[in-house]
């Protein structure tokens, strides 16, 4: 017999984390676990109206977005222009450990295959909660070139 532990639902997740999983809140933090980079407030907003369902109120989605953000269950970050985008905390663990390039002209971010270097050693008195290292610049697209096949 197997006692497989079930998995938790979107609205399990929302719900202990003290919040009301309202359909709204279910709705973007599904899109945001399934994407496969950080999405903009416009990216979020035009992927729930491409994918039917009822058109969320711009203002609705901020202030899901916010919620999600103040119970830690969704990252908000700023992109090199200056672009809010979110990404499920599962995202966070996903991309531990490696270099992302961060795409000037689009605002994409894409993982490298390159580990991080080592932070740097703090003065006395300071304690580092967390480091990342991004690179940027212009992807193939941006460029309009076809990516280098790399093995």
């Known amino acids: 017999m197997s006692t497989k532990k079930p998995t938790s639902t979107t609205a399990d997740v929302i719900r202990n984390s003290g919040v009301k999983a309202t359909p709204a809140r279910v ?57 809010f985008r979110y990404s499920d905390v599962a995202a966070k663990k996903r991309h531990a450990g490696h270099v992302h390039f961060h795409c000037m002209g689009c605002g994409g971010m894409f993982c490298l295959k390159a580990k991080s270097p080592e932070p740097p050693r703090l003065p006395r008195g300071f304690r580092l909660r967390e480091a990342e290292f991004d690179v940027r610049g212009t992807c193939p697209e941006c460029l309009g070139v076809s990516p280098a096949v790399t093995g």
Do not use: F, N, W
């Not at 676990?33 to 950080?38: D, H, L, M, T, W």
């Not at 999405?39 to 058109?55: C, K, N, Q, R």
């Open 27 to 83: 709705r973007v933090l599904d899109l945001l676990s399934a994407a496969e980079k950080p999405m903009s407030h416009a990216d979020i907003d035009a992927t729930l109206l491409a994918g039917g369902g009822s058109p969320m109120d711009k203002v609705t989605l901020y202030r899901v977005l916010d919620a999600l953000v103040a119970k830690e269950l969704v990252l908000k970050a700023v992109d090199v222009q200056g672009v």
